[in-house]
């Protein structure tokens, strides 16, 4: 297991920085396991107002329900770790915001929490342009509570390549 150093992600969100300058694009993200984590590597770099909107980091079912609208029953019948409320956070974050990308994020960063069904490192990520389909993966991460939310942020970024 690689783990992306504080420089590897930097360069990931200038990269992405770039691509969203490129095609006049504003992010916004939507953060359970990483707690702001990629609002904060994206808003490291310099200029980060011209394609960055804003962030939430939501970790508990209230604010998920209040900030980005995920349904009480999603949490319910699902729980907060899981495709429904990946897809769920993601499209919230794109009505509630100006943004044109969102990411969101929903996992297990540990050392608790896990179940069988849901093991520490558990993550669920979610991308959607606006107007678009969102996109939602399940990564199963390892290492302790850094390694995870560092592997989170790094796909995260990845992932709206795709995009």
Do not use: H, N
Not at 3 to 13: H, N
Not at 97 to 104: I, L, M, N, R
Not at 117 to 134: D, F, L, N, Q, S
Not at 155 to 162: I, K, M, S, T, V
Request: hydrophobic share 45%; glycine share 12%.
């Amino acid at each position: 297991m690689s783990l992306p150093d504080d420089a590897a992600l930097e360069r990931l969100a200038e990269a992405t920085g770039r691509r969203l300058l490129a095609a006049r694009d504003t992010l916004v993200t939507a953060e359970s396991c990483t707690g702001g984590w990629i609002a904060k590597v994206m808003t490291d770099i310099a200029g980060s107002s011209a394609w960055f909107d804003c962030g939430m980091a939501v970790y508990s079912y209230e604010a998920k329900q209040a900030l980005l609208g995920v349904s009480p029953l999603t949490l319910e019948a699902e729980g907060a770790v899981s495709r429904e409320t990946a897809l769920e956070m993601v499209s919230g974050a794109l009505v509630r915001s100006g943004a044109s990308v969102a990411v969101a994020v929903t996992g297990i960063a540990g050392p608790g929490g896990g179940t069988p069904g849901k093991p520490v490192g558990t993550v669920w990520i979610a991308w959607k342009r606006r107007g678009g389909y969102p996109r939602a993966e399940l990564f199963r991460f390892e290492g302790d509570r850094d390694a995870v939310r560092r592997q989170t942020v790094e796909a995260a970024l990845r992932g709206l390549e795709d995009l």
